[in-house]
């Protein structure tokens, strides 16, 4: 567990208004938080609430020029000694204080006497190395043990049942439990500001609404390791958090996560949907949201990963979607988070599984065929395909052929399931006849005129005719090696991105 410990000076927080009795932490008070009386807290302000109530217990007063500054840190010294004295009482602590527990918390310290009390109660224990590191930031779980260990005081039976694999989880087991950790904190190790101390007190108390909390869970979810999933039908491996259960597939798509309430009242569905789209119209709806900047819709980043291109975006509406295209050089999956919106732990949860899709052949290559013209000065490998599909007749035509309209011969190479049906996309690459056609291990391609926009092919040259289609049959991809002897090579096309600098284009 990281602790910052970057701070030369924090300023002592005045703490209290009047001195506070031998109260029950967190007691029953009739009154309700009215708006925080701060001009840096307006009212729509997320901890608004909660620095209102801090604010009229007397846990904790603002500075002399009237803000309170929540998104300030707070560090270990400070929030030890608002639980402390929020729940001993001044009295007590003052009571605490004439001995050294920490070698770097010295008898001159203002500190001392709450890091006292604190420590004869059990809330905390320091460091191996006999530290308290006071000036440090206090991280999610450590504030955790202290205000779990504070509200629990006394109470021999609040940790049973949670469990211990680690030495803070019974801590945060606890306070979610109770709904009170705020959806501000993201990970286990996230930094404590001083509205995240306010909200964590205020759900605490029984004056608290019951307001969205996170769950040990969904810390777990970006750090524990992930199960594979592998879908031979669409031909998609993927990875998810190993808590899940396994994913469901309806031959479509397919379901995983946990069970989600969404907007609907009183439905819900599986967190995570993932299904393969066309390539083309997912890279057309892409197009539509960066050119036209939808309201509804925004791009949150590009980037490329594991050889593929990874586009993330968030939709409007009642539930905010964050969803996910991956693409390589021919499919596309799309990943959808089910109301996301900004929740920054699910959507680096949509990240990390889109970051491990993986896509492979439909067909299961067998062994090659081997094509070698010696008058075209090319030969040609690709795998033999699965699924009844005889590639040196049916679907792999030879012939050189005239194409009329550009006056040009050609070697026409097809592929594909039903592809008369409308359901794949038109199963043909042309290279062009030409004196010097080279790969040179490369494998560019130049073409004479034109064939529809495909006028260079690079790397190993790979197409896919079409995707799993709505009567269930299913078009065949292959991959091909092109050679001959020319020295020419040229540069691929652009891509959606920048190989050399990885950078984006939109």
């Known amino acids: 567990m990281k602790h910052l410990s970057n701070m030369n000076h924090i300023p002592t927080i005045p703490m209290y208004i009047k001195s506070i009795k031998l109260l029950p932490f967190l007691a029953l008070f009739l009154s309700v938080p009215a708006n925080a009386d701060f001009n840096d807290v307006p009212s729509h302000h997320i901890n608004n609430a909660a620095i209102s109530y801090v604010q009229e217990k007397g846990i904790v007063q603002g500075y002399s020029d009237g803000t309170f500054r929540p998104d300030q840190e707070i560090n270990r010294a400070e929030f030890t000694k608002i639980v402390t004295l929020h729940k001993f009482g001044q009295k007590m602590v003052d009571m605490c204080g004439s001995r050294?527990?920490?070698?770097?918390?010295?008898?001159?310290?203002?500190?001392?006497?709450?890091?006292?009390?604190a420590?004869?109660?059990?809330?905390?224990?320091?460091?191996?190395?006999?530290?308290?590191?006071?000036?440090?930031?206090?991280?999610?779980?450590?504030?955790?043990?202290?205000?779990?260990?504070?509200?629990?005081?006394?109470?021999?039976?609040?940790?049973?049942?949670?469990?211990?694999?680690?030495w803070y989880e019974q801590y945060v087991r606890y306070l979610a439990n109770k709904e009170a950790i705020p959806v501000s904190i993201n990970s286990f190790d996230n930094i404590i500001t001083r509205g995240d101390m306010a909200e964590i007190i205020y759900r605490l108390s029984p004056e608290s609404p019951k307001r969205k909390s996170r769950s040990f869970e969904e810390f777990n979810w970006n750090t524990e390791s992930m199960s594979i999933y592998k879908n031979e039908e669409l031909g998609i491996k993927f990875s998810y958090p190993k808590s899940w259960d396994a994913p469901i597939s309806n031959g479509?798509?397919?379901?995983f996560g946990p069970f989600c309430e969404t907007c609907a009242e009183g439905t819900g569905e599986s967190l995570m949907h993932i299904s393969e789209v066309d390539s083309d119209n997912a890279i057309n709806k892409l197009a539509d949201i960066i050119n036209n900047k939808h309201e509804y819709a925004k791009l949150v980043s590009n980037y490329r990963k594991n050889n593929y291109d990874i586009f993330i975006w968030e939709e409007g509406g009642m539930c905010g979607y964050r969803q996910a295209y991956v693409f390589n050089n021919y499919r596309a999956i799309h990943i959808s988070g089910i109301c996301l919106g900004d929740d920054p732990i699910k959507s680096a949860?949509?990240?990390?599984?889109?970051?491990?899709?993986?896509?492979?052949s439909i067909t299961s290559p067998q062994n090659e065929v081997h094509y070698q013209n010696e008058e075209r000065?090319?030969?040609?490998?690709?795998?033999?395909?699965?699924?009844?599909?005889?590639?040196?007749?049916?679907?792999?035509?030879?012939?050189?052929?005239?194409?009329?309209?550009?006056?040009?011969?050609f070697l026409i190479i097809a592929t594909g399931a039903n592809e008369t049906s409308g359901n794949c996309r038109p199963p043909m690459f042309r290279i062009a006849e030409t004196e010097n056609v080279n790969i040179n291990g490369i494998n560019y391609v130049k073409e004479s005129g034109s064939d529809g926009g495909m006028s260079q092919l690079w790397e190993s040259i790979r197409y896919v005719t079409g995707y799993p289609n709505y009567s269930g049959s299913?078009?065949?991809?292959?991959?091909?090696?092109?050679?001959?002897?020319?020295?020419?090579?040229?540069?691929?096309?652009?891509?959606?991105?920048?190989?050399?600098?990885?950078s984006k284009v939109f």
């Open 474 to 502: 299913v078009c065949v991809s292959f991959t091909f090696t092109l050679h001959s002897t020319n020295r020419d090579v040229l540069e691929p096309p652009p891509a959606l991105y920048n190989k050399e600098e990885e």
């Open 252 to 255: 479509s798509e397919i379901s």
């Open 377 to 409: 000065n090319f030969s040609l490998e690709l795998p033999r395909g699965t699924r009844e599909v005889n590639w040196e007749t049916t679907r792999f035509n030879l012939p050189v052929e005239n194409d009329s309209n550009l006056n040009e011969k």
């Open 349 to 360: 949860l949509l990240k990390r599984i889109a970051e491990t899709v993986e896509f492979e």
């Open 100 to 117: 050294m527990m920490f070698s770097d918390v010295s008898n001159d310290s203002w500190y001392l006497k709450y890091i006292c009390r």
């Open 119 to 166: 420590h004869d109660a059990n809330l905390i224990n320091g460091y191996p190395d006999n530290t308290f590191r006071p000036s440090n930031s206090i991280n999610f779980v450590e504030a955790a043990k202290i205000i779990a260990n504070a509200n629990a005081f006394n109470d021999s039976s609040a940790f049973d049942g949670l469990e211990t694999n680690t």
